[in-house]
């Protein structure tokens, strides 16, 4: 059973440990609207206790709208960031709600998400163009990290004159759900496809080593020096999680 099958399950028949199961989701996405200046750093603990009965409020709905195409993190993490924005409107509607009138004010409050969201995303998009001709690869290696299924698009992007056989042997493996393969599995995989393209005879500890490299140096980038922004591994994730995603924003 993968993570995502025990997700579904927890949806379904104890949501409330769901939510628990994902406290550190929720403190991690709080804290990035923190930083780029939509709450305070004091209302930390109220936001995340505002978020925590919103998603409690929203089980039903959530169990009959999630559908499986995307992982249950994935669409998890955009409920929450909704939710965000929304306490954010409300928060600033208490405060000026005898200043002006509120027609569009949802209006705004979406295009306030989407600047926020942009504006990270722009960052990392910047970050990546400084890697030039390894970019293609970079991508292709943060999708197989962070469990995103591939693309014919990723792959072509990555080596235009990839073989149908190779093509078909990662979108069969890479193409959907593949959160139950482990690291040393997916580099077992991928390893000698890369070498076989691209000429190279890397082991696989290469090939993990070249990633985690470029994982940490993407974090340095997106800190900045001196630092200005606290980014590891979890909130990188969550960058490329919106990157790659299509989101699930609420109409």
């Known amino acids: 059973m993968t993570e995502n099958d025990k997700d579904i399950g927890l949806l379904r028949s104890d949501p409330h440990a769901l939510i628990l199961k994902y406290q550190e989701t929720v403190k991690i996405i709080v804290k990035k609207y923190i930083l780029a ?12 206790q505002e978020v925590n009965m919103a998603l409690l409020a929203k089980i039903p709905a959530m169990q009959l709208q999630y559908n499986g195409t995307s992982l249950f993190k994935t ?3 955009v409920i929450v960031r909704n939710i965000c924005m929304k306490e954010h409107a409300k928060t600033n ?14 209006d705004r409050a979406h295009v306030e998400e989407k600047i926020v969201l942009e504006k990270e995303i722009q960052r990392f998009r910047a970050i990546l163009s400084l890697y030039y001709r390894q970019r293609p690869k970079l991508l292709l290696c943060l999708k197989l990290r962070y469990r995103i299924p591939l693309t014919p698009e990723d792959i072509n992007l990555w080596n235009p004159k990839c073989s149908f056989s190779d093509r078909e042997m990662l979108l069969e493996n890479f193409g959907s759900n593949f959160d139950r393969k482990d690291d040393v599995e997916i580099y077992k995989i991928i390893t000698p496809v890369m070498n076989k393209n691209e000429k190279k005879s890397n082991s696989i500890d290469a090939v993990r080593k070249w990633t985690d490299s470029k994982i940490s140096e993407i974090i340095q980038l997106l800190n900045g020096n001196p630092k200005k922004m606290n980014y590891n591994e979890d909130t ?3 960058l490329v999680d919106d990157f790659f995603s299509p989101f699930l924003l609420e109409k």
């Open 37 to 48: 200046g939509v709450f305070r750093a004091s209302d930390f603990e109220d936001i995340v």
């Open 236 to 238: 990188l994730k969550t």
């Open 93 to 106: 509607r208490e405060v000026k709600i005898e200043q002006e009138d509120i027609t569009g004010f949802i």
């Open 75 to 77: 669409y998890f993490s």
